[in-house]
């Protein structure tokens, strides 16, 4: 796991937009851009309240600790286990400890026989999904850039002087993408199987500059879930 300018990595997840995720590149902006459907899942208002409660008070937290920008919270949730990463900023631990008891708190009301995955910008309005808005997906922008470094890094590979032809490989790596469209958190959820590739495949993700996502225009932070794919000898 990739720590990107992670000021905490706590057991426990959190956030209040909903997470979309993208399997693949977009080829083109109309596959990327949509309108959300009448049957999508969407908060209730009741849910939409409780996070943005949830959201005033973490920012005081935040913002007693001497932290003035808007930082970005995630919070992740599986039967299994809860996480919380504190991302995109520097706080204090005391700070971490309040903000974790109060997304507890939150998280207690939130069912665990299910998969919760949600991103919070304390002292930033998120927008909420609802059907017929416009919603375009994570798209990356700077595609020559990765394409370069992927190429420098198999011209490094210690079997590239060995005989025989090559063969693709490809990581899938999970990350959060924030509204200014840069990598804050990631990691890789299946490896390549080539150890020199797995090795190198977390700084080529963090080095990721995409279009972020958007609903009715305005930018919001995202989850998503990239495959990158290498010819390696």
């Known amino acids: 796991m990739h720590p990107l300018r992670t000021a905490a990595l706590l057991a426990t997840l959190l956030s209040a937009s909903t997470a979309f995720a993208q399997t693949a590149p977009a080829a083109a902006d109309s596959q990327r851009c949509g309108t959300v459907s009448d049957t999508a899942r969407v908060l209730t208002p009741q849910q939409v309240r409780d996070r943005r409660r949830l959201g005033m008070q973490l920012d005081t937290l935040i913002r007693r600790s001497g932290q003035t920008d808007p930082v970005l919270v995630m919070v992740d949730q599986d039967s299994a286990r809860r996480d919380i ?43 909420v999904l609802a059907a017929r808005k416009a919603h375009c997906t994570p798209e990356l922008d700077n595609v020559s850039d990765i394409n370069d470094l992927k190429t420098r890094m198999i011209l490094s590979h210690p079997l590239r002087a060995s005989a025989g032809p090559g063969r693709r490989v490809t990581a899938l790596v999970r990350m959060v993408v924030n509204r200014d469209g840069g990598v804050s958190w990631l ?5 390549s199987g080539d150890a020199y590739v797995d090795a190198n495949v977390e700084e080529i993700a963090a080095r ?26």
Request: aromatic residues 10%; positive net charge; charged residues 20%.
């Open 85 to 127: 990463h504190v991302l995109d900023a520097v706080v204090d631990s005391a700070t971490v400890r309040a903000v974790q008891t109060r997304v507890e708190r939150y998280l207690a009301t939130v069912p665990r026989n299910r998969p919760f995955q949600t991103l919070l910008r304390p002292g930033m309005e998120t927008p």
């Open 187 to 191: 990691s890789v959820l299946r490896p």
């Open 208 to 233: 990721m500059q995409f279009l972020p996502a958007t609903l009715d225009g305005t930018a919001f932070d995202s989850f998503v879930t990239y495959p990158l794919t290498f010819t390696v000898p």
